[in-house]
């Protein structure tokens, strides 16, 4: 069992005085690539000496989950403004007309993070048919991973577990996630709330790994999948009961990793870094 991060982490308050005198014009291209380097390399750094496995570079390029596939796909834009599920942060939400891949996504670390293919499309204004929409990002993705060769990648699908949900997944939505589970060999993190219907519906469907969000959602029943834990709170600077937590996990038979339930970046960086040495501890108590 090792630790692991789930997406994007919080820029370094040193990072972010950086990337805004970028955009005033008082730094370099140059100079904000070099702040992206040391800010991914120092990362780097922090998860060897907690043991975090396989490692992440941050995602401090990406300025929301779906930015940089605009900007790697061709047919596909980034619209307008849009807020991201309940949170403080907004994305640019994709108008998707049509998918090919042409390369240029940002990527320095071993575990490639992607947009889940039923999130990808209900936060997307999509311009096609539904079956041809996850056809064609299929295609994408795989094209993407042949090109990046990450040593692992993770499909975040926090639509499919989001509590406030206006929309509803199909069978064939299910179907189609685990479709790119397969292909990819990906895991499946679920996450904003109650995963357990889409927990139960991807074990039955063979996918070679599940993510769970056991903060915002209830206990769930060990269904003998290979699993992800999502165990701390990346949206709330409180900092978990060391007991609680390792009682929570060895409820499970399967664990390959412990986590946070989402990605960090809702967290001040030190808050971040406390959660990662959190972690870190659970891992080393059960060990």
């Not at 060990?222 to 409180?238: A, E, K």
């Amino acid at each position: 069992m090792k630790p692991t991060l789930v997406g994007i982490h919080p820029r370094p308050e040193w990072l972010v005085k950086l990337t805004r005198d970028y955009d005033r014009g008082r730094a370099s291209k140059e100079e904000l690539d070099e702040g992206f380097d040391r800010a991914e390399e120092e990362l780097k750094e922090l998860q060897s000496k907690w043991n975090f496995d396989p490692k992440v570079d941050g995602l401090f390029r990406w300025q929301d989950m779906f930015r940089p596939l605009t900007e790697a796909i061709d047919g596909v834009k980034a619209g307008p403004l849009t807020r991201f599920f309940d949170n403080n942060t907004f994305y640019r939400r994709p108008v998707v007309k049509g998918l090919k891949y042409v390369g240029g996504v940002p990527f320095k670390g071993e575990k490639l993070i992607l947009p889940g293919p039923y999130t990808f499309y209900v936060l997307s204004e999509v311009e096609m048919g539904k079956s041809s929409f996850y056809q064609g990002l299929l295609s994408v993705y795989k094209d993407l991973v042949d090109d990046l060769r990450p040593k692992a990648v993770q499909l975040n699908e926090p639509a499919l577990a989001y509590r406030y949900r206006k929309w509803e997944p199909s069978e064939e939505d299910y179907d189609w996630v685990a479709t790119f589970a397969r292909e990819l060999d990906a895991s499946v993190h679920l996450y904003f709330g109650d995963p357990s219907e889409a927990y139960v519906f991807l074990a039955e469907r063979e996918v070679p790994e599940i993510g769970l969000d056991l903060v915002e959602g209830p206990v769930l029943e060990d269904l003998g999948v290979p699993l992800t834990l999502g165990v701390v709170d990346g949206r709330n600077t409180y900092m978990e009961d060391l007991n609680y937590l390792v009682r929570v996990v060895t409820s499970f038979q399967e664990v390959r990793y412990v986590a946070p339930n989402c990605d960090l970046e809702f967290l001040p960086y030190e808050y971040a870094k406390r959660k990662m040495v959190l972690l870190h501890a659970l891992v080393e108590v059960l060990s």
